[in-house]
């Protein structure tokens, strides 16, 4: 499922190929993220035209809508979204924790309020394996428990327990699903304590997953703290497997994770960026309202092979952020994501050329 | 520059080919409109593939957001916003009297606040076809008074003498920019009353231009009203020049207006509808929140060649509009708009047949 082609001499940087039923992937690979069910304010022609081959979405909120049933009925995500690569699908847990109002956790699963409709949701591990499978992810992830940051030792540890517990039962909800259908990650937590960090990731690897995700990073902590915990995540895992560094899509975050052994990125900030009206450029980001693009007329970036690099200007696109105008998130959101795809073929020819 | 190639024997219906700089239009012809220099919610790629090859925009937003500095430099509308097919432009006389406060109207041209960040404007007819000149519009419309529904005779005798006098100047503005340049209509007013409309139409008529913009119908009046002024404005005018009835674009007039000579619409229904959540079909429309569309896996209208039904079902649209996804409103728009350019498409077809 997973087959790495090249390693850095340099870090544990590589390159990887993951098979799926819906394509493989060339990895380091970012995700973009279509939590609905789309990835916001683009169609997914748009999303194939800009290079990306795999996107997530999120169990939790196309749980509570439009819900299983029409998702069933629709013949599955892939088909009712029209996207026919591959999918990821995080469980949910993270958004249980945000999201939902009157949370109550215990060994057995979550009781919260949907905050679409305040109705009253039970979720347990072993439905959102199920809720996946309906979904016909690629990649599952399991239900899992993230404590806030900052956390102190006895909630984590309380988190990181009930996450191996949930995880064992998700690999047995899984199992007796059979053959075929998507690949189960497991989620290492562990906040940000070292040994439980290493707890977590011998707990989760002894379960036997087909990859992982590292949970719980990127939450507020210091970058320096955060490199040191997924260190600790990763170095006892398997190296040949993938592993997804959840939620962390900063480009300036996604270099540093490559060197660590990470293979999937996902993140929201791109897309949102967008829609907000900053764009992505090697310099970092710029506002599009800024003044001084008043009457610029090149592109975005300019280098950029972007739709909206190669046919707009920084002028019009500010004008129609002014005016209010939805194809300005629109043309946003491509070249923001074009960036972010090219960030990861360069990472992938470094590490190709040995420079990485 | 426009050429009629089929007659009905049934009505004043026709098929007529347009020729622009920016190519040519068969007739009748349904322009999506452009307001502010996109038309909402699709990029100009989508809107060729959804068979549009006319557009309308606005003047009179243009000339206050981005400008005509930015436009100028852009090397016009066209270029700024990527569309190369051809753009008729409204000269805002509507928009000054809807949108813009503190008016104050003299026989030289008017004064008002823009509705956009209150500055204080000055247009005369003269400026305004100067602007379209920039803007490189393909067919312009000069600047006139449209009296408010309803106005007494003298009101609207008023806005009449005005709007003939502002069309001479203007006339005279566009040919002191000598040849070369899009091609200035002119507007028959004259309110809800025959004798005006007849005068108005012999009024502009005498002052030679390549064709006609009907104003001030639909404004509120009664069908039967509309249909009676639209007869006595047309009846005078040349028969081989083009007509366009502004603003008016239900599916249901348009067929009516055609058979009385009328060769091009523009309304912004179709594309407010649609990011409304209200989908156009064969029976009117329906409300894609409607609840009986939750598992409707079949597409917006069946049949339809569009984007939007080709790859998406109702049950998904619905659930991106209740998810308040951006995606709803383009997919929404795509087909709203084509299926207005499949009525044109179906209109012509008939007046081919002889069947209308």
């Known amino acids: 499922m997973f087959k790495i082609s090249r390693k850095s001499a340099r870090s544990k940087a590589r390159i990887g190929k993951l098979n799926t039923d819906h394509g493989e992937v060339l990895t380091p ?71 939902a109002k009157l949370r109550k956790i215990d060994d057995g699963g979550v009781t919260f309020s949907s905050h679409v409709d305040g109705s009253k949701q039970y979720l347990t591990p072993e439905k959102v394996v199920e809720a996946q499978l ?47 259908g998507g690949s189960l990650f497991g989620i290492v937590q562990g906040g940000m304590f070292k040994e439980l960090r290493k707890r977590s990731a011998d707990e989760i690897r002894e379960i036997g997953f087909n990859g992982y995700g590292i949970g719980g990073l990127s939450v507020g902590e210091p970058r ?10 990763t170095e006892n895992l398997e190296h040949d497997k993938p592993k997804h560094l959840m939620g962390v899509g900063y480009p300036e975050d996604i270099e540093l994770a490559v ?67 939805i194809l300005a998130m629109t043309l946003m959101t491509i070249h923001n994501l074009r960036v972010m795809i090219r960030k990861m073929d360069d990472i992938r020819r470094r590490i190709s050329a040995g420079s990485l």
């Open 29 to 99: 690979a970012f995700m973009p993220v279509g939590t609905q069910g789309t990835v916001k304010a683009v169609t997914p022609a748009q999303l194939r035209e800009l290079g990306a081959d795999i996107i997530l979405s999120n169990t939790y909120h196309l749980y509570l809508r439009p819900g299983l049933k029409v998702i069933k009925k629709a013949g599955g995500l892939h088909k009712m979204m029209d996207w026919d690569g591959p999918i990821l699908t995080d469980s949910g847990g993270y958004q249980v924790f945000s999201l």
């Open 134 to 180: 309906i979904l016909g992810s690629d990649i599952l992830m399991p239900l899992d428990e993230c404590a806030p940051y900052p956390s102190d030792r006895n909630a984590t540890v309380r988190a990181l327990e009930r996450t191996t517990a949930w995880a064992v039962r998700s690999m047995e909800a899984r199992a007796r699903a059979g053959r075929g």
């Open 224 to 233: 320096d703290l955060m490199l040191e915990m997924l260190e600790t995540s």
């Open 259 to 325: 060197k660590h052994g990470i293979d999937l990125f996902d993140c929201v900030i791109p897309t949102r960026l967008a829609r907000h009206g900053a764009f992505l450029n090697a310099k970092g980001k710029s506002i599009i309202r800024n003044a001084k693009f008043e009457k610029d007329m090149s592109p975005l970036e300019r280098g950029c092979d972007c739709y909206s690099c190669q046919h707009f200007s920084r002028a019009y696109i500010r004008h129609l952020f002014l005016a209010n105008e």
